[in-house]
């Protein structure tokens, strides 16, 4: 048996996998958990690496590894491959006043024309810009600026502090697109984007092919074996769309940290209405994308709140009835990125001595959670982008409750995947692709849910309370999304 190894870096832990390069079936697999802040010193991710290798198993029996990561992240490096200070996640909302600042000085339609992406608080560039104003001491020491999974392949090859060799950093098309100094037009960087930002110019990682090679692990680290290839590498998202053999007309709705739905598209998108981001894929496509920053963690919240367990709160939100009694939430509890509420909070709609019971507030949870991510399945089809299935994936994905509310508020058939680490089985297909030169073909199961019916009411009662704050409402209850 042939075995390799996937890696994922993301915001909350990072995961090891090895698999049975014939099938894609999981063989050992390790987690480590990553801090809760939302600035992180990157040696918090290398040394999670580290132990979730460990966790694994080690990786001396493996044939070839590859990383994926949580897009956007940056880590800056001084000319000999120090670390030069903490990075800002793409989720830390203290970037907004750089990405105003950037919007007005370039326009918002030019981000969008250049790179395919309305410019939000979470791009790399608006970390740089607020680098610059925040900490320029640091900002001067910065000789290259490369997003986390670019920055662990990097450390997996040997290199790290003071060893230099930054002209040996690489990443992928999914992740430069996700910097806002990239085209998915033309496929390279734009340069001059990237000094705006920042004021002067730095090293990027080189950016590979999709079946490319980043190069070979170095020698001295702990149950890592030197001289196994490493794969390209990805962003989450494209790893995870790689992993589900996505296709034209398929739509992934991904609840984790974040809420994201994607779609694979054979051109980049420019969506001036601010919605849609163009992302690449990691097949050489594009990979229409629109994320959100609150999800998974609405419901730990409500399960907190009302002293249950997660599955508790998804039997208490079934008990109750689509609409909860009028009972609304807007989850915005982090702010949000779209629709563009840095500044917003969560709050309860409607609320009356009647209504305000257990099982409402619950369905409460769960409906205002997932409306503000269907509302951006119509921002896709804005762009021309077909949606003829839903895909549910994520760590809320096997709620009852989330997979009833969600097929009452969609026409399109709804399907889940079963259980699996989709972004580190995406990785182990890119680690596959450096022994054989192509992406395998491993089995893929999912199951369809039961139709339900319409419930126009949950849209229309979140447009309702957005409306009564005075935020942009998509105008759309009901998406006829088919």
């Known amino acids: 048996m042939t075995l390799i190894a996937g890696v994922d870096s993301s915001t909350q832990s990072c995961k090891v996998t090895v698999r049975d390069l014939a099938t894609g079936e999981r063989v050992r ?11 992180v010193h990157p040696d918090a991710w290398w040394d999670a690496l580290l132990t979730a290798v460990r966790r694994a198993g080690g990786l001396e029996d493996v044939a070839a590894i590859s990383v994926s990561g949580q ?3 940056p880590v800056f490096l001084d000319a000999t491959g120090e670390v030069v200070c903490e990075s800002p996640l793409w989720n830390d909302t203290g970037s ?17 024309r250049r790179t395919g992406l309305p410019l939000t608080l979470s791009d790399t560039v608006t970390k740089l810009r607020w680098l610059r104003d925040v900490n320029p001491q640091a900002a001067r020491r910065t000789a290259a ?4 999974h670019d920055w662990l ?15 040996l950093l690489t990443t992928d098309r999914s992740e430069a697109s996700g910097t806002a100094y990239w085209s998915g037009d033309t496929g390279e960087y734009c340069t001059d984007l990237f000094e705006h930002a920042f004021g002067r110019a730095a090293q990027l990682p080189r950016i590979l092919d999709p079946l490319d090679t980043a190069g070979v692990t170095g020698g001295g680290m702990p149950g890592i074996p030197a001289g196994i290839p490493i794969g390209v590498g990805s962003g989450d998202n494209a790893a995870a769309a790689l992993a589900l053999g996505l296709s034209g007309g398929d739509a992934v709705l991904s609840l ?8 694979r598209s054979a051109h980049a998108v420019h969506d001036y209405a601010g919605f849609v981001c163009s992302y690449a894929d990691a097949t050489g496509d594009h990979l229409p994308l629109v994320a959100t920053l609150n999800a998974a963690r609405n419901f730990e919240l409500g399960a907190t709140l009302l002293g249950c367990t997660y599955a508790e709160l998804s039997d208490l939100a079934l008990q109750a009835p689509a609409g909860a009694e009028g009972l609304t939430l807007l989850p915005f509890f982090e702010g949000e990125r779209t629709p563009d509420l840095p500044h917003a909070r969560g709050s309860l709609h409607e609320a009356s001595l009647s209504n305000l019971t257990r099982a409402n507030f619950a369905r409460a949870v769960i409906e205002g959670t997932l409306a503000n991510q269907v509302a951006m399945i119509d921002a896709l089809r804005a762009c021309d982008v077909r949606v003829d299935r839903l895909l549910l994936i994520g760590g809320a994905a096997e709620s009852p409750a989330v997979q009833r509310v969600l097929t009452q508020m969609v026409d399109v058939p709804v399907f889940v995947p079963h259980s699996d680490e989709l972004v580190t089985k995406g990785a182990a297909m890119q680690a596959v692709s450096t022994l054989t030169g192509t992406f395998p073909s491993w089995p893929l199961s999912m199951t369809e849910l039961t139709d339900a019916p319409l419930e126009a009411r949950i849209g229309e009662q979140h447009e309702a309370a957005k409306a009564s704050l005075g935020y942009a409402t998509t105008n759309s209850a009901r998406l006829p999304i088919g």
């Open 29 to 39: 697999e390790g987690k480590a958990a990553h801090p809760a802040e939302t600035i």
């Open 96 to 112: 907004h006043a750089q990405m105003v600042d950037l919007n007005n000085e370039l326009g918002k339609g030019e981000w969008i």
């Open 145 to 148: 600026v490369a997003v986390v």
């Open 256 to 263: 984790g940290t974040s809420g994201v739905i994607y779609t």
């Open 71 to 73: 897009q956007h992240t």
């Open 153 to 167: 392949t990097w450390r997996l090859m040997g290199f790290g502090p003071s060893a230099g060799e930054l002209d």
